[in-house]
């Protein structure tokens, strides 16, 4: 039996564990805490000094508020007043505020300045990712979901929108920006940090908004040339030829949405699937790229992702489906 008064074991406990989720998110792919990336590591440097700023004036001002209460009325009292509200109200602060704002327009200036080795135009559509490199002299080369970045070099990201207004956001490289619809945002984005790091889109635009995600992975530089002269290329033969996989894709009316660079099939609605076994998730990030996973976006496409731009095949027949999920996955 529990007397009144006393003090239950799971109230004052577990709310010392209230912090727990914010500090979930100090770590891992998805953190601008990371530091993976030359932008990350400006805006973390921009962010103790705001912090501790904050915090001392949030402590004064409270100190100030705690005088104030307890302290009573006196002509004295009256006259440090009017001199703390100047100089505590108006002077401090303008000078403190100056100086956040210079620090903020350094760092600014200092992430503008660094000029690209790689232009990459990602087009934000609703609820994937169109990506496309353009290396000079050559064409471009497109692909979905998933930005490949050389570690050291600092690659010029293109934002463009075609239906509503999305914001690329990969914290752990950098800051986010707008895709509107009509113009071009630029974002520079310079990987320190090998590895695969998470992206999202960071602006309200419908339905599956919280379902659009893509993949940042950074590679050395060598291997990213290889990775984007593969990528190049048309789809692999062996996965043309082999096992009527291509006939199937063809015959569901795949290729009215998507292509596949090699076929006949050149829709230009949904994400290009020239090389789709390549990447490591489907579904704009949202699921690894496995057989069982591929088979269950084609078949119940809508429950993998509600409210997805792409019509689900329940009625497939079980071969056709195979024969169609050992296609994609071949297509490296
Ligand atoms: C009406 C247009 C349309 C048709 C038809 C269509 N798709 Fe899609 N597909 C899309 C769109 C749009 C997406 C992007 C969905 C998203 O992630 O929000 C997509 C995504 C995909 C993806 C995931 C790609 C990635 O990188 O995330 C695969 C795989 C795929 N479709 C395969 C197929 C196959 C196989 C068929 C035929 C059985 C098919 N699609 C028919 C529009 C279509
Ligand atoms: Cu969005």
């Not at 000094?49 to 002509?75: E, Q």
């Not at 109200?89 to 620090?103: R, S, W």
């Not at 979905?144 to 999305?166: C, F, M, W, Y």
């Not at 690329?168 to 695969?196: E, F």
Request: proline share 7%; with cysteine; charged share 20%.
């Amino acid at each position: 039996m529990r007397s009144p008064g006393t003090r239950t074991w799971c109230g004052p406990r577990l709310l010392r564990l209230a912090p727990l989720p914010v500090l979930c998110g100090c770590e891992g792919r998805h953190s601008w805490l990371a530091g993976a990336g030359a932008e990350a590591r400006a805006i973390e440097s921009l962010f103790w000094p705001f912090l501790i700023g904050s915090a001392i004036v949030w402590t004064a001002v409270m100190a100030f508020a705690v005088f104030a209460y307890r302290s009573a009325a006196s002509d004295k009292g009256e006259r440090v007043g009017r001199a703390v509200i100047l100089w505590g109200g108006a002077v401090v602060p303008t000078i403190v505020v100056a100086m956040l704002l210079l620090t903020g327009l350094l760092t600014l200036r200092a992430l503008s300045a660094r000029s690209p080795a790689l232009t990459v135009q990602v087009d934000g559509e609703q609820w994937w990712w169109r990506v496309a490199y353009r290396v000079p002299g050559q064409a471009e080369v497109v692909t979905a979901n998933e930005i490949r970045l050389p570690r050291g070099e600092t690659a010029e990201l293109l934002l463009t929108s075609d239906d509503v207004i999305h914001s690329l956001w990969a914290p752990a490289l950098g800051g986010k920006m707008d895709m509107v619809p009509g113009r071009t945002n630029r974002l520079t984005l310079t990987p320190l940090t090998i590895g695969s790091w998470g992206g999202l889109c960071a602006e309200y635009c419908g339905a599956a908004h919280a379902q659009m995600r893509f993949e940042v992975v950074v590679t050395e530089p060598e291997a990213f040339r290889d990775w984007l002269a593969d990528e190049a290329m048309p789809a692999a033969p062996e996965a043309l030829s082999e096992g009527g996989g291509l006939d199937a894709f063809l015959d569901a009316g795949c290729g009215a949405c998507h292509t596949i660079r090699g076929t006949e099939a050149d829709g230009p609605v949904g994400p290009d699937l020239t090389h789709v076994g390549g990447r490591g998730r489907i579904g704009a990030g949202l699921v690894p790229l496995t057989a069982a996973n591929l088979s269950r976006w084609i078949s119940h496409t809508d429950d993998v992702k509600p409210g997805v731009r792409m019509p689900a095949y329940p009625d497939l027949a079980p071969e056709a489906l195979d024969r169609l999920v050992a296609f994609l996955m071949a297509l490296k």
